[in-house]
């Protein structure tokens, strides 16, 4: 990489205005793998960054870092691992790109070891995510309804759970909602009134109720549980993204799972957006370009300036791609 560019990039994201303030945190997870986490994050990165805001994409998928693929770069010597074995801080990390205003911090990629973290690891994490001085920090998730996972999604500003139209994605979608929404709960709940709460949950799930269920009533006449989980999430909704359409019915598998979260878990989701199945994204992937650096002007781009400029707060909307 150019070493003038390297060190003129680098000073950017060390004399940010924004220095002060928290980074805004966007989280990207998923219920299966496979299904676009990592070009999503990608993608959403350089959107961001293509609208004039500083943007670190932070590579947290334990089970194999992706991230400098997809941006065309070489993995980093200095690495996350850095900062769990104590040697650096996370802001010492993070690398900058090719790209302006975007930098990435490397994920594992030379553990040798199968590697997991903690609930107490991700919390002590969480404030140096928020501290890094960026406007934006994106966050690709390994897949899955882990514990570590559902604790930084609940902390996220921006909760994006990425989906494919295929139907074991999908079932692995609710799973994760279903994790998520357990995982809240429990934390303010009693360990009564949460044993309950599942037992009723799977009932509800064996149809063996025998009475019209609504989650948001059960949660109001319980002792021991919290009700204004559902005003949080309402505040801070799970944003659907629904990759790899190929067609019209794919797209509306987005208001489809919306409607059953609403139906079954009396939960507000949003549908943030349907993306294009595109073969270039993943041709563009083996020549080791981003797709949305070598065609700007796709549908595909475009989509993810939608779902962008519909969640950057209209005074902050800097510039037009
Ligand atoms: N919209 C798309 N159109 C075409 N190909 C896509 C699209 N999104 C992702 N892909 C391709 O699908 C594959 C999986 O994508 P990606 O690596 O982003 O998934 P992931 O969820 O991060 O996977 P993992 O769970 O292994 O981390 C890649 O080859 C990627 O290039
Ligand atoms: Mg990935």
């Known amino acids: 990489m ?8 680098a000073e950017r994201f060390q ?11 966007w989280v990207v997870a998923s219920g299966k793998g496979g299904v676009g986490k990592t070009f999503v994050s990608s993608s959403l990165g350089i959107t961001l960054s293509k609208l004039g805001h500083s943007v670190v994409i932070v590579d947290l998928d334990l089970s194999g870092a992706n991230v400098h693929t997809t941006l065309g770069v070489k993995p980093s010597h200095m690495n996350i691992r850095h900062y769990f074995e104590g040697v650096k801080t996370l802001q010492e990390l993070v690398i900058p790109t090719q790209f302006s205003h975007l930098s990435y911090v490397q994920g594992f990629w030379d553990s040798w070891t199968p590697i997991d973290f903690s609930i107490a690891q991700i919390n002590s994490l969480i404030p140096q995510i928020k501290n890094l001085r960026a406007d934006y920090v994106v ?9 570590a996972h559902l604790e930084l999604f609940k902390a996220a500003d921006e909760k994006f759970l990425v989906t494919s139209p295929e139907p074991t994605s999908i079932e692995k979608t609710y799973r994760f909602i279903e994790a998520f929404v357990c995982h809240t709960l429990k934390q303010d709940s009693t360990p009564d009134a949460y044993g309950n709460m599942i037992s009723t949950l799977r009932s509800h799930r064996q149809r063996t109720l025998g009475k019209p269920f609504s989650f948001r009533s059960f949660l109001k006449e319980q002792t021991g549980l919290h009700y204004d989980f559902f005003e949080n999430m309402a505040s801070s909704p799970v944003r659907l993204l ?7 019915s794919n797209t509306d598998l987005g208001h ?4 059953v979260c609403n139906k079954y878990y009396d939960l507000n989701i949003d549908f943030a957006g349907a993306i294009d199945y595109d073969n270039a994204v993943w041709q ?8 949305l650096i070598s065609q700007p002007f796709t549908s595909l781009a475009g989509q993810f300036l939608g779902t962008c400029k519909q ?11």
């Open 242 to 248: 629904v990759n790899s359409c190929r067609s019209q």
């Open 284 to 291: 563009a992937v083996r020549g080791r370009e981003h797709v």
């Open 15 to 25: 004399t940010s205005p924004e220095g002060n303030k928290h980074a805004k945190l």
């Open 311 to 321: 969640l950057i707060d209209p005074e902050e909307l800097r510039a037009v791609v």
């Open 256 to 259: 489809s799972i919306k409607s």
């Open 139 to 147: 966050v690709d998730l390994g897949a899955g309804a882990l514990e």
């Open 2 to 9: 150019d070493r003038d560019f390297e060190s003129n990039n």
